[in-house]
């Protein structure tokens, strides 16, 4: 599947949102190898052995995030949800940090925290805080059109 | 750069519901050897679905997986010219990056599609989610203070965060888990997020010359100052868009006349489809975002 990877690339040189080294473990391999970290642009994580060369990206996206074992977590997608990523951290309290970044980092969380807000803006003001951006209409944003 | 292309894909076509489907005809990009560009330009029908800031593309309608995917951060998305009719294009940034060129079936379809690619990115996504918290806190203030028993006012959990694409509503119980930003500033009061513009400073500032010149965006209606393109907040790297000398009078008559501005319009600019000024006659009373091209009078 071909795809816009320097687009991505130049996104993974933004500032990020969270960086770290981390252990990184690919699925397959056995052994670990040190890498960088970046939470970037929402749903692009991408780690990098260097400053400068992303070496990959993961799409955050219909993916979970599960504490592992100490320092330990890892990302699995859900349709092979066997197949880990895994991240071992320097400290228990980076580790969880790292998990509720990335937790929030879904295109999915967002919209739903935007469903969540605007519903409640409606209930306590009577009025909808998207008429005013004329995205009011836009199915993407209707209470109960996605699944959970 | 390594990419987890089979989750991905696997994304494209599960049955999350898209926010916007349809056949549109990409631009095929050749490079070109020779010296003097001879190019015919030729174009593919693909399926193109758009799921949050991934449009995918497939070749068939019914096919089980797409054929690339544009990820849509960092780009701009604006009406383009082109031999074809009801043709857009989306932009990036970086300056040597290409352009994909889509043309859509007809004029409702290429609305459509550009509000929607328009906004599909995380970043956009954010912005609005930061102006509706902070709405929502002075909604909760003003009410508190109108009802003078904050005690009557619980607010309500904010969706309980599971996994990715998996959170829940706390319904009746759940742990805040919240959206907020870590990185956000405290009472700062920006403008109504605007989809993300063209970073790079328009180079020409001869007079509307040859290429298009993706330009004018238009804030809130009603304000004479609407043309003066207010920072689009959130952005960490700002530019200041150096405008042609005609467009600046474009912009000062619009305010003025936009019936003026009409007629100049038609007049400055050759050949220029309705459309064009359609948009404007729709950013003068009701805007969130409007791209302009103007093509040089040659």
Same mark, same amino acid.
């Given at each position: 599947m071909r795809y816009n990877e320097r687009e991505l690339l130049s996104l993974a040189r933004q500032p990020a949102e969270k960086a770290a080294e981390v252990l990184m473990r690919l699925p397959k391999k056995g052994s670990g190898e040190r890498e960088t970290v970046a939470l970037a642009g929402g749903t692009g994580q991408t780690f990098s052995p260097?400053?400068?060369?992303?070496i990959g990206a993961l799409l955050l996206e219909q993916c979970r995030i599960i504490k592992e074992e100490e320092n330990v977590f890892s990302i699995s997608f859900v349709e092979e949800p066997e197949r880990k990523y895994c991240f071992e951290c320097d400290s228990e309290e980076q580790c969880q940090e790292w998990i509720e970044a990335l937790k929030r980092a879904s295109y999915e969380f967002m919209r739903r925290s935007l469903i969540f807000y605007r519903n409640e803006i409606q209930k306590m003001t009577?009025?909808?805080?998207l008429e005013q951006y004329g995205i009011s209409e836009e199915a993407r944003f209707q209470l109960g059109t996605h699944k959970q | 750069m390594k990419l987890n292309e089979r989750s991905v894909a696997h994304y494209a076509t599960?049955?999350?519901?898209?926010d916007h489907a349809g056949f549109l005809r990409k631009r095929v990009e050749r490079h070109h050897?020779?010296?003097?560009?001879h190019h015919a330009t030729s174009y593919q029908r693909r399926w193109f679905v758009l799921k949050g800031n991934l449009l995918f593309y497939f070749?068939?309608?019914?096919?089980?997986?797409?054929?690339g995917l544009v990820v849509l951060e960092g780009c701009t998305v604006e009406l383009c010219e082109a031999a074809e009719e009801f043709a857009f294009a989306i932009r990036f940034d970086d300056a040597g990056a290409r352009a994909y060129v889509l043309v859509a079936d007809g004029q409702a379809a290429m609305e459509a599609w550009v509000k929607a690619l328009s906004r599909a990115s995380f970043d956009y996504m954010r912005l609005v989610v930061r102006e509706l918290e902070k709405q929502l806190e002075e909604a909760s203030k003003t009410l508190a203070r109108h009802l003078?028993?904050?005690?009557l006012l619980p607010l309500q959990e904010k969706p309980t965060v599971l996994e990715n694409g998996y959170s829940t509503w706390?319904?009746?119980?759940?742990? *805040?888990?919240?959206?907020?930003?870590?990185?956000r500033d405290g009472g700062h009061v920006k403008p109504p997020p605007l989809p993300?513009?063209?970073?790079?400073?328009?180079?020409?500032?001869?007079?509307?010359?040859k290429l298009h010149i993706p330009v004018l965006v238009a804030s809130? *209606?009603?304000?004479?100052?609407?043309?003066?393109?207010?920072?689009?907040?959130?952005?960490?790297t700002t530019t200041t868009q150096e405008y042609s000398p005609l467009l600046k009078r474009l912009y000062f008559r619009w305010t003025k006349h936009s019936f003026f501005f009409f007629f100049f319009f038609k007049e400055a600019v050759?050949?220029? *489809?309705l459309f064009y000024v359609r948009n404007l006659c729709y950013a003068f009373h009701d805007v969130v975002n409007v791209c302009i091209l103007c093509r040089g009078a040659e």
């Open positions: 260097g400053l400068f060369q992303p009577g009025k909808d805080p | 599960c049955d999350s519901p898209a050897h020779h010296a003097h560009h070749e068939e309608k019914e096919s089980r997986e797409p054929v003078s028993n904050p005690a706390g319904s009746g119980g759940g742990v *805040p888990g919240g959206a907020a930003c870590p990185d993300p513009r063209r970073r790079s400073a328009v180079g020409s500032t001869a007079c509307f010359s809130s *209606p009603g304000t004479d100052r609407a043309l003066q393109s207010p920072q689009p907040p959130g952005n960490t050759l050949h220029a *489809p």
